[in-house]
């Protein structure tokens, strides 16, 4: 076990140095290539940023990962496979995105692309459970696409987040310490290297990247990231039989998905699409309630904690106990959504924001106007 310990650690180093070392020539690059991300009405930050910093997460995952595969895994745990594979497709059709603003059509189909090379490599949602019961629903022939909605869902909600310094990369760092400590329990020593390596590739990468960023990580980082966090979240089920089998990878992915959902109840009450874009997301109220930068991060990540924690909890609490937990959690949801405005607030897109400072304007002109005749 110790020599375990050691390994563990050795591997963490391994992608946390290789990430770090890598961010620098990633920063370099987007200067060269352009891929460089101008601040506009949606955009918190100010001045042109580099914006493909995932490229040094994708290295300080993908390198010790490959040697984790081949070498200690010996090639035989084929979704392990195919959670690579599916994610260099990944990262591949985020990369191209940052440089060249690729449709969203084009990015669905990359995605949708990466998450069936993981299904095919074994990669499932074979079952779920009720709150009320051990019962398991086996999902058949419906496995796949439930497999799918959830990593597609998954990668895009982590890219939702990716809206202020260091908080996507935070948010799924803490979310992979939680399914490593899962891991842990349940003897899945696969998932808990693969935990730690994105782990420490997520450490190196932090230093340029938490607020003031010197780079961000780009949809090549932040869709990359989404896929591995819903894909490990489904290798850390295959051992669950009990009620927390669904609730699990819920808990953990719970600021992603929260604000996903938050989104989209918050634009249908504005009459709006629900992929139209908008600057009312959970970081955006924090920042309008008038905290700092650094603080909203660091308030998200305590929200990402307490969920994580409250996952590994509940691997190990009767079922009442955890239906306890749920319920707290929701009503600690309800008093931050109604504290914070995140579904009710408006205008919700860009565009009417714009139509109300063009309004404003207008305004301002026929004021002036008129006190001038």
Same mark, same amino acid.
């Given at each position: 076990?110790?020599?375990?310990?050691?390994?563990?650690?050795?591997?963490?180093?391994?992608?946390?140095?290789?990430?770090?070392?890598?961010?620098?020539?990633?920063?370099?690059?987007?200067?060269?290539?352009?891929?460089?991300?101008?601040?506009?009405?949606?955009?918190?930050?100010?001045?042109?940023?580099?914006?493909?910093?995932?490229?040094?997460?994708?290295?300080?995952?993908?390198?010790?990962?490959?040697?984790?595969?081949?070498?200690?895994?010996?090639?035989?745990?084929?979704?392990?496979?195919?959670?690579?594979?599916?994610?260099?497709?990944?990262?591949?059709?985020?990369?191209?995105?940052?440089?060249?603003?690729?449709?969203?059509?084009?990015?669905?189909?990359?995605?949708?692309?990466?998450?069936?090379?993981?299904? /095919?490599?074994?990669? @499932?949602? =074979?079952?779920?459970? $009720? #709150?009320? *019961?051990?019962?398991?629903?086996? !999902?058949?022939?419906?496995?796949?696409?439930?497999?799918?909605?959830?990593?597609?869902?998954?990668?895009?909600?982590?890219?939702?987040?990716?809206?202020?310094?260091?908080?996507?990369?935070?948010?799924?760092?803490?979310?992979?310490?939680?399914?490593?400590?899962?891991?842990?329990?349940?003897?899945?020593?696969?998932?808990?290297?693969?935990?730690?390596?994105?782990?420490?590739?997520?450490?190196?990468?932090?230093?340029?990247?938490?607020?003031?960023?010197?780079?961000?990580?780009?949809?090549?980082?932040?869709?990359?990231?989404?896929?591995?966090?819903?894909?490990?979240?489904?290798?850390?089920?295959?051992?669950?039989?009990?009620?927390?089998?669904?609730?699990?990878?819920?808990?953990?992915?719970?600021?992603?998905?929260?604000?996903?959902?938050? /989104?989209?109840?918050? @634009?249908? =009450?504005?009459?709006? $699409? #629900?992929? *139209?874009?908008?600057?009312?997301? !959970?970081?955006?109220?924090?920042?309008?309630?008038?905290?700092?930068?650094?603080?909203?991060?660091?308030?998200?990540?305590?929200?990402?904690?307490?969920?994580?924690?409250?996952?590994?909890?509940?691997?190990?609490?009767?079922?009442?106990?955890?239906?306890?937990?749920?319920?707290?959690?929701?009503?600690?949801?309800?008093?931050?959504?109604?504290?914070?405005?995140?579904?009710?607030?408006?205008?919700?897109?860009?565009?009417?924001?714009?139509?109300?400072?063009?309004?404003?304007?207008?305004?301002?002109?026929?004021?002036?106007?008129?006190?001038?005749?």
């Amino acid at each position: 076990m110790q020599m375990f310990g050691i390994k563990l650690l050795a591997i963490a180093l391994s992608a946390g140095v290789i990430a770090y070392m890598m961010t620098p020539f990633a920063i370099w690059l987007a200067g060269k290539v352009g891929a460089v991300d101008m601040p506009n009405q949606r955009k918190v930050h100010t001045h042109a940023m580099p914006r493909i910093g995932g490229i040094a997460i994708f290295a300080g995952v993908m390198l010790p990962g490959l040697f984790e595969a081949g070498y200690v895994l010996k090639g035989q745990y084929l979704p392990f496979w195919g959670i690579l594979a599916g994610g260099a497709i990944i990262f591949t059709v985020g990369l191209l995105d940052d440089l060249t603003e690729l449709s969203a059509w084009k990015k669905l189909a990359g995605q949708s692309l990466g998450a069936c090379v993981a299904i /095919a490599c074994g990669l @499932r949602v =074979h079952f779920i459970t $009720g #709150i009320s *019961s051990d019962h398991l629903y086996v !999902l058949g022939v419906l496995s796949i696409p439930v497999t799918f909605l959830w990593l597609v869902g998954v990668t895009n909600a982590v890219n939702l987040i990716d809206g202020l310094d260091g908080l996507a990369a935070g948010v799924s760092g803490i979310a992979a310490l939680s399914l490593g400590l899962v891991a842990y329990t349940q003897g899945q020593p696969a998932l808990l290297v693969l935990m730690v390596v994105i782990g420490g590739a997520i450490l190196g990468f932090l230093p340029y990247n938490f607020h003031p960023a010197k780079t961000f990580m780009g949809d090549c980082g932040s869709n990359f990231l989404g896929f591995l966090m819903g894909a490990t979240a489904i290798l850390g089920m295959a051992k669950m039989t009990a009620v927390v089998s669904l609730l699990v990878p819920v808990l953990i992915l719970g600021v992603p998905i929260l604000d996903t959902l938050f /989104a989209i109840l918050r @634009r249908m =009450h504005n009459g709006v $699409g #629900i992929f *139209s874009p908008d600057k009312n997301h !959970l970081h955006h109220r924090l920042l309008k309630m008038g905290f700092s930068h650094a603080h909203t991060v660091l308030i998200i990540y305590g929200i990402s904690a307490v969920f994580g924690a409250s996952a590994v909890i509940m691997r190990w609490v009767s079922r009442p106990q955890a239906a306890m937990i749920l319920l707290v959690l929701l009503v600690l949801v309800g008093a931050g959504v109604w504290k914070t405005g995140v579904i009710t607030a408006g205008p919700a897109t860009v565009e009417q924001l714009e139509t109300r400072r063009e309004k404003n304007k207008e305004e301002e002109k026929l004021r002036s106007a008129h006190k001038s005749a």
